[in-house]
């Protein structure tokens, strides 16, 4: 199996920036993809950026498109999300997520989350 860790989280002003990072163990070999989810006080988890693991392909919500950037270290099995422009709505707890199948967007393991906070 594969462990997800989060890690980087914290306040940070309107229109600041901040970068998340996650790190797998385990069957990492395995990898496909990973990706960031976040959910915000009384709403549900919804998706924010996914990366192919071996080819760097990536994928964006559209709430975040040209604000975040997702990349990833294979040496390191670490995945990061760079957040610029950040806002207010941005604020949730943000969850790392890995997948070992066939579809590099589809995970089965998952972080315990790290909280991020926008002030305005």
């Not at 997800?4 to 990492?28: F, P």
């Not at 950026?49 to 994928?59: C, D, H, K, M």
């Not at 943000?94 to 590099?104: P, S, T, V």
């Amino acid at each position: 199996q594969v462990q997800v860790v989060e890690s980087g989280g914290g306040l940070v002003q309107a229109g600041g920036s901040l970068s998340v990072s996650c790190r797998a163990s385990g069957r990492t070999f395995r990898l496909s993809g990973m990706g960031w989810f976040r959910q915000a006080p009384g709403k549900e988890r919804d998706f924010v950026a996914a990366i192919n693991w071996s080819r760097g392909s990536t994928r964006y919500a559209d709430s975040v498109k040209g604000r975040f950037t997702i990349s990833r270290d294979n040496v390191k099995n670490t995945v990061y999300l760079q957040m610029n422009s950040l806002k207010p709505e941005d604020t949730a707890v943000y969850y790392c997520a890995a997948g070992d199948g066939l579809d590099w967007t589809l995970y089965n393991y998952w972080g315990q989350g790290t909280q991020v906070t926008v002030s305005s």
